[in-house]
């Protein structure tokens, strides 16, 4: 496909970036430190970082990996906790020992948790204290040797530490019990490797820096091997799209989970050009979140639709200072249109959106800082991608046309590690990956997402995309949430269901069906309307449709069970 989107760049953006301009992301890190020093990095739980204090305690850990545990080039190292600046610490750190980051939802089961160390085989685990009973479980079964436990406040000054953490154990009661017998904590890790050298090894750009695992929204959770090449080049692509912008006085709300690959590299990229990331914890909690980032001066925030709205709806975002906000940038699922332009009423800035998967690391488009309007698009596809759109039989499909989404770049995975049955569903021969995503190039070249394959509605034959019916829905002043999914119907095959969270305790089915009828075709108006108190989400805020059909498989699956027995 001809790369029309080059058209709409705003000037001075490259129709191509260097991915090889740095070796490594450790070439990169160590540029970084020596450059801004004394700047503020990152911070957490009122406590500061520098990049001083960031390349030390980074170096400290690498060493401990190499030299006190005795890890070769190559292996691989998991990490467990929320946002916390144990996080950059960790990550640059084992990647400086020329090891692999196997990142880790902390909210997992035993049994996810079990099946993502032993696919991975990770030998050592740095796990917040608030989740090693978890660990605990699901060791016996994993090839884990080394244990490392941190708490929350662990690399927060000493007066503050100790009361932080107790008040966590012990008052709030957050960390239930475990028996982990020959764990490390690791501020004493710290301390040994602060008296252990470092040999520093060669990395090579297409040695793996993560091993990120898919969210398990679409399928089994797989590692897409993400080498350093991919990952330098992904930053590059967004700082050349949308980075011209930046300076080094920018401060950025990072309240989605570095676990995830889009906060991490959103995260690093405004950590390459000197700026300050505030790592938000918890940000389920909305007061407490916006306690911290009130008076914060913030300039830049990553989030998701759920977190938007959150804030939106909680009374005391009205406390906060948004007179420094220029960027809001939203990945992960589609933002909503009333949602957007609430925020853009209340903040006066406009939610940027992206679009990316784990196998891309992770950006495939985004919208440039210079965009004018809420487009309901993912913005222009980055420097030195390509972009197919494909009909199921694989014939390019022409502008505005649905199909497919292929990519291929230098930011597509290695592949799927240790399944290359599933590499080649997804990855040509050529270097096109398939992303199973439904989308359209526009005429001025942005992206627009139809949505997920998996995810469409078959009505009567014709095509019914949750995403646009979701959209309409959630315009109702009187809805807080929703989600939609096929469920099946005898006449038309599927029908449209809606799972709602009503703002407004008086909403009715038939005030969300009439609403409807008034917006949309008929045979995409839901048939069905059932209230919750909440929906299913993932720790990063993405509404989980595959959860509300599972509910949907369960009856059917008793009944069958019940059938089996009574013969």
């Not at 959770?221 to 080049?233: D, E, P």
């Not at 690093?268 to 306690?291: Q, S």
């Amino acid at each position: 496909m001809e790369k029309n989107w080059l058209k709409s760049y705003p000037a001075g953006v490259p129709s191509e970036i260097n991915p090889d301009q740095y070796t490594s992301l450790v070439e990169m890190f160590e540029e970084t430190v020596g450059k801004y020093g004394d700047k503020t990095a990152f911070i957490n739980l009122m406590t500061p970082m520098s990049y001083r204090e960031l390349d030390k305690k980074s170096r400290d850990f690498a060493a401990y990996l190499q030299n006190g545990l005795g890890l070769k080039q190559g292996d691989r190292v998991a990490l467990m906790m929320p946002n916390l600046l144990q996080y950059p610490v960790a990550v640059f750190g084992i990647l400086r020992a020329g090891l692999i980051v196997v990142n880790v939802n902390p909210l997992y089961t035993a049994r996810e948790l079990q099946h993502q160390l032993t696919d991975s085989g990770a030998q050592v685990i740095l796990i917040c204290a608030n989740f090693a009973a978890t660990l605990q479980e699901a060791l016996p079964k994993t090839p884990v040797k080394h244990i490392i436990i941190t708490e929350l406040a662990d690399l927060c000054p000493q007066p503050t530490r100790y009361p932080f953490n107790m008040l966590i154990k012990h008052v709030k009661k957050m960390v239930p019990a475990f028996y982990l017998p020959g764990a490390k904590k690791l501020n004493s890790v710290l301390a040994i490797g602060s008296g252990l050298p470092l040999n520093k090894p060669k990395i090579n750009n297409t040695d793996l820096a993560f091993l990120q695992y898919t969210g398990g929204t679409t399928g089994l959770s797989k590692g897409a091997m993400l080498t350093h090449r991919n990952v330098v080049a992904n930053i590059l692509q967004v700082k050349a799209l949308a980075g011209a912008a930046m300076t080094d006085k920018e401060v950025l709300v990072t309240a989605l989970p570095l676990y995830h690959v889009f906060a991490l590299v959103a995260s690093v990229m405004f950590f390459m050009v000197g700026g300050t990331n505030i790592l938000i914890t918890n940000p389920r909690d909305p007061e407490m979140f916006i306690k911290v980032i009130k008076d914060a001066g913030f300039t830049a925030m990553i989030g998701v639709n759920t977190l938007f709205n959150s804030l939106l709806n909680s009374p005391s975002f009205k406390q906060v200072n948004l007179s420094h906000l220029r960027f809001t940038l939203s990945g992960g699922m589609a933002t909503q249109p009333s949602v957007a332009d609430r925020w853009h009423k209340e903040t006066g800035c406009l939610i940027l959106e992206g679009y990316g998967l784990t196998e891309t690391s992770p950006v495939v488009s985004l919208n440039p800082p210079e965009t004018q309007a809420f487009t309901g698009t993912v913005g222009l596809p980055v420097p030195s991608l390509e972009v197919s759109i494909r009909d199921e039989n694989g014939k390019e499909m022409g502008l505005n046309e649905p199909g497919e989404i292929c990519v291929r770049g230098p930011n597509i995975m290695k592949g799927y590690w240790q399944r290359p049955d599933e590499s080649k569903k997804v990855l040509t021969d050529d270097g096109w990956l398939m992303t199973g995503d439904v989308g359209q190039i526009e005429d001025d070249g942005r992206l627009r997402i139809v949505d997920r394959k998996k995810d469409m509605i078959l009505v009567s034959g014709f095509n019914v995309y949750p995403n646009e019916v979701e959209n309409i829905i959630a315009a109702h002043p009187g809805v807080l949430e929703v989600a939609v999914i096929g469920v099946p119907a005898d006449a038309t095959g599927e029908a449209v269901k809606a799972y709602v969270v009503k703002k407004d305790a008086g909403l009715t089915e038939k005030d969300i069906i009439d609403h409807c009828r008034k917006q949309l075709t008929a045979y995409k108006v839901p048939r069905m309307v059932e209230f919750r108190t909440d929906l299913p989400k993932t720790n990063v805020g993405k509404i989980l449709r595959k959860e509300l059909r599972a509910e949907l498989e369960k009856p059917k699956a008793a009944d069958k069970q019940a059938t089996a027995t009574t013969a």
